[in-house]
């Protein structure tokens, strides 16, 4: 195990390209057979840098240590991170900047759910581009196609889902394995903090917290069998969308943009994250693509422009979906809590068409060239 210890020895500093033995970083160093306990000091370490460094460390041990046996903890001068600080009641030194400390401890690895075949984020660059209305509709399509499917509603600052379901009111039981059921609606289970929390509170909780429920959402919710678990994500980039796709393994990723909001596709606020954590990106849905009158189905107008997502995504090298077009009936079912797709009056219209081709294309039934088969393991 000597060449362990070498290996973490020899790994740099980011800030500063020194090792971080030559720093005099390394603390304690325990390299035992099959098992690592790694902590050092990281004052000075930026939160990436560190998670650069404990990514290295990660790879780097593949195959010679089991992941669960690594165990890396970090140190500061000021040690600890902000709670803990005013657990200790410690008080900041005098004329010294503040500044907060986060991310002590190692970087939670990606866990399995084992029960669930495909676990699928849908996600967008900014709010009100459709996200949740694709998630619900895109569960019931592939609902129609016989798969078992989950909707967890990440969206803690805004969930909608209840509503969107006709479930306000539900109140989510737990089992006799003290585990949360879903709850389910026509045949789809679901699990929301709006649920747990009054309409008209307001959400105050830390970031820290609400990840520790999302937590509780993917491995604490008695989902079991699925062939598809569908998050919807809150809009654009932040800690929870982070915590969230760190904290699983993922199918990947569907992104959702309008029209108008084509530039926000690959912006930092837009897949751009997901890249970076390397998850896949399994394609792009344009919703609100085009307009059918009822009362004139040979016409289509392009109010927000024409193929915008389509033309963007190819030139990104990503997977087109399909475009979902606007449509009255669509935006009536949200209002009144029955889904789109799990409503039979809707069979053969625009929107109940284009999801019902999304989901082909997710199940590989509408699939030449095999990328979801592929991506998705089937
Ligand atoms: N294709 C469509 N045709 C008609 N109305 C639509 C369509 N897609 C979404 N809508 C309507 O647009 C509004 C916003 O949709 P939705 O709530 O799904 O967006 P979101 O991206 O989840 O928003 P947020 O960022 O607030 O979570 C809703 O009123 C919904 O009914
Ligand atoms: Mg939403």
């Known amino acids: 195990m000597n060449d362990v210890k070498t290996l973490i020895e ?58 669960d046996n690594i165990v890396i903890k970090t140190v500061s001068k000021d040690s600890s991170d902000v709670l803990a600080k005013s657990e200790k009641t410690a008080k900041p030194k005098s004329e010294q900047p503040a500044n907060l400390k986060v991310g002590h401890g190692s970087i939670p690895k990606k866990k399995k759910i084992d029960t669930i075949k495909n676990i699928i984020a849908i996600s967008s660059g900014k709010g009100g581009v459709g996200k949740s209305t694709v998630s619900v509709n895109l569960a019931y399509a592939l609902h129609r196609k016989g798969k078992k499917v989950g909707l967890l509603d990440a969206d803690i600052y805004g969930p909608s889902i209840p509503m969107l379901l006709g479930k306000r009111d539900a109140k989510p039981l737990a089992n006799d394995d003290k585990k949360i059921m879903p709850v389910e609606v026509e045949g789809v289970k679901f699990i929301s903090f709006g649920l747990f929390i009054g309409e008209k509170d307001p959400v105050i909780w830390r970031g820290p917290m609400l990840g520790g429920v999302l937590n509780q959402f993917l491995f604490d919710v008695d989902w079991g069998e699925l062939d598809y678990l569908l998050i919807d994500l809150p809009p654009g980039t932040g800690d929870v969308q982070l915590s969230m796709i760190q904290a699983v393994e993922m199918a990947g990723v569907i992104g959702v943009s309008t029209p108008q909001d084509v530039a926000l596709l690959d912006s930092t606020k837009g897949l751009k994250m997901f890249e970076q954590v390397k998850t896949p990106i399994l394609g792009t849905i344009e919703n609100m693509s085009y307009f059918v009158p009822d009362d004139m189905p040979e016409k289509k107008y392009h109010i927000f422009g024409n193929g915008g997502v389509k033309k963007a995504s190819e030139s990104l090298g990503l997977e087109f979906l399909g475009e979902v077009p606007l449509e009255i009936a669509l935006r009536e079912s949200c209002d009144q809590g029955v889904p789109y797709m799990s409503n039979q009056n809707n069979e053969g219209k625009p929107v109940w068409n284009a999801y019902l081709s999304i989901a082909n294309k997710l199940t590989g039934e509408d699939n030449k060239k095999g990328f979801f088969n592929r991506i998705l393991g089937k």
């Open 10 to 67: 020899s790994i740099k500093n980011p800030e500063t390209g020194n090792t971080l033995h030559s720093e005099n970083r390394i603390k304690e160093l325990k390299v035992e057979e099959n098992a690592l306990t790694l902590v050092y000091d990281r004052e000075g370490i930026s939160p990436l840098q560190k998670r650069q460094i404990e990514d290295i460390i990660y790879n780097e041990l593949s195959g010679k240590v089991d992941e």
